[in-house]
Structures are given as C-alpha cells and as structure tokens.
C-alpha cells in the first residue's frame, strides 16, 4: 500500500458537546506524518468546517438555513485549516488546502487541473487537505437530503488518484446489520465485496448529531470504489491511530474488497 486517502468525518474532529477535539486531530498529524515519512503518499479528506465554525461563532444548533450553513462552514474551513497547518507543522509536515466539488469528475479540463495539482502536491512531499466547495456546492450540506459529508469526494478522490486504499474513519466501528446506536442486536460486517439492496436499506439515512453523511452516503462511497477495484476500509476514527492497525493488516472496521 502506498497511496493512501484519509477521510475523517466531523463525529472524529469535534466533541458531542461541540468542542474541537485538539488531541484527535494532533494524533491523526502525527499519524499521517509517520506514514509519509515511511515513504507513502497520503491524501486527507477532512469534514469539519460546519462544526468549527459552530464552535468559533459559538452557535448551540447547526443552522437550518443553506446560506447560514455556507457562511459558517466558510468561517471555519479557515479555522480548521489553521489548526491543521499548526499540528501538522508541529511535525514539521507540510499541508495545503484543497477545495473540490464532486462534479470536477465530469469536466474533463477541471478533472485533469485537480489530478495536477494534487500529483504535483504528493511529489512535493506535501499533504493536501481537501474539503467540499462549500460556497458553490449546496447539496453536501443539505442536512435532509443526507449524501454528502464528504464520504462519495472521498471516494472520487481515491478514484482520481489511483489510490491503493480509502480509509474512511467515523465514530462508529464498521459497518452494522442495522444502526447499533439504536439497535444493540446490529452486527459488524468484517467483510463486504458487493453493495446490494440489503445492505442500502440497513444504512438507513440517520446520521449522526454533527456528521451529516451517514452511513448511506459511505456505502455509496464504497461502491464507488469497489467499481475502481479497489480497497476501503471503515473504521473507527477514536483513536486515529487506528490507521497504522489497519494498515499492518489487522482485521479492523469494515473491508470492502
Ligand atoms: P461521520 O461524521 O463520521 O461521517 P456519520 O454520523 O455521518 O459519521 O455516520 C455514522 C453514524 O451512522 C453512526 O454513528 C450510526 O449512528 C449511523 N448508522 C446508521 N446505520 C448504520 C449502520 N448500519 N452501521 C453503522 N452505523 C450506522
């Protein structure tokens, strides 16, 4: 393995009371700096700039409103940045910020100018942190509409970058027979090689308090990247540390291979 994307939803970087979660979001800098300095190549794609911005303009609820949503993500997309730049910087790791929508897929011109850059970011020894547009992308943040949150521009990243696995780390330990915050009978899949109808309707749509993606939008993700033949991996983001685990092999999260 050598190219590998992180996604890491907002349930992993902020607290269920709202608060930035410093210590997880120092771990994963140091993980992901590890990791490069063994010689791999590492994307992020990091959520979390609704809730930053929550938390610095000292909002209780996140807002109804798509332009409210916006303008608060574009207040802490600045944030998240800076105190990504400052742990990662603590690592003396370089980062750069990269703001996609899911559509570049489609346009051939914008499609190569992204694989460009972000080739060109990776031989620089550079890791990029890519976000969703927030400002020109509307649906990812429509909380009742629920497929975005990052998960599927995860996914088409991988895809873009020919990445040999996407480690998609949430607050939950894999994937479930049925949401096991609501049904303690739910079982963990280790293994999964095709999304079929089941598995859709046992995603349910219920997301999390602060994430907005669900486990829909990550099972979208993963058919995405089966289609790619290639590898992703859910698992729990706490600890991010979890990631040097998964990537020794240990049977961790959800494989879908
Ligand atoms: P993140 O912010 O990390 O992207 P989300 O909140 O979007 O996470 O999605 C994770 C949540 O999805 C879990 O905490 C759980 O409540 C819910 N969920 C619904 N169905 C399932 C399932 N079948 N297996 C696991 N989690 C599920």
């Given at each position: 393995?050598?190219?590998?994307?992180?996604?890491?939803?907002?349930?992993?970087?902020?607290?269920?009371?709202?608060?930035?979660?410093?210590?997880?979001?120092?771990?994963?800098?140091?993980?992901?700096t590890?990791?490069?300095?063994?010689?791999?190549?590492?994307?992020?794609?990091?959520?979390?700039?609704?809730?930053?911005?929550?938390?610095?303009?000292?909002?209780?609820?996140?807002?109804?409103?798509?332009?409210?949503?916006?303008?608060?993500?574009?207040?802490?997309?600045?944030?998240?940045?800076?105190?990504?730049?400052?742990?990662?910087?603590?690592?003396?790791?370089?980062?750069?910020q990269?703001?996609?929508?899911?559509?570049?897929?489609?346009?051939?011109e914008?499609?190569?100018?992204?694989?460009?850059?972000?080739?060109?970011?990776?031989?620089?020894?550079?890791?990029?942190?890519?976000?969703?547009?927030?400002?020109?992308?509307?649906?990812?943040?429509?909380?009742?509409?629920?497929?975005?949150?990052?998960?599927?521009?995860?996914?088409?990243?991988?895809?873009?970058?020919?990445?040999?696995?996407?480690?998609?780390?949430?607050?939950?330990?894999?994937?479930?027979?049925?949401?096991?915050?609501?049904?303690?009978q739910?079982?963990?899949?280790?293994?999964?090689?095709?999304?079929?109808?089941?598995?859709?309707?046992?995603?349910?749509?219920?997301?999390s308090?602060?994430?907005?993606?669900?486990?829909?939008?990550?099972l979208?993700?993963?058919?995405?990247?089966?289609?790619?033949?290639?590898?992703?991996?859910?698992?729990?983001?706490?600890?991010?540390?979890?990631?040097?685990?998964?990537?020794?092999?240990?049977?961790?999260?959800?494989?879908f291979?």
């Amino acid at each position: 393995v050598n190219r590998i994307v992180v996604k890491i939803g907002t349930s992993s970087l902020i607290h269920p009371n709202g608060k930035i979660n410093f210590s997880g979001i120092d771990q994963l800098a140091f993980v992901l700096t590890d990791l490069r300095n063994q010689g791999k190549e590492l994307l992020l794609v990091s959520s979390g700039a609704i809730g930053v911005g929550m938390d610095k303009l000292n909002l209780r609820e996140r807002p109804q409103e798509i332009p409210i949503q916006q303008a608060v993500a574009a207040v802490g997309q600045s944030e998240l940045m800076h105190i990504y730049n400052q742990r990662f910087l603590g690592y003396s790791q370089q980062t750069a910020q990269v703001l996609l929508t899911r559509d570049v897929v489609d346009f051939p011109e914008s499609r190569s100018n992204v694989i460009n850059t972000l080739e060109q970011l990776l031989s620089m020894g550079i890791i990029p942190i890519i976000n969703e547009n927030d400002t020109v992308a509307v649906d990812e943040m429509d909380h009742t509409r629920k497929f975005g949150d990052n998960d599927e521009l995860s996914a088409v990243v991988s895809q873009l970058m020919a990445a040999d696995v996407l480690i998609m780390l949430s607050d939950i330990d894999g994937f479930y027979s049925d949401n096991p915050t609501k049904n303690q009978q739910a079982t963990l899949y280790s293994a999964i090689s095709m999304i079929d109808q089941t598995l859709l309707e046992q995603a349910g749509s219920e997301g999390s308090r602060f994430g907005t993606g669900g486990m829909l939008s990550k099972l979208k993700a993963a058919q995405r990247v089966l289609a790619a033949n290639s590898t992703m991996v859910l698992a729990n983001g706490k600890p991010p540390r979890i990631i040097f685990d998964i990537l020794a092999g240990d049977e961790i999260g959800t494989l879908f291979k």
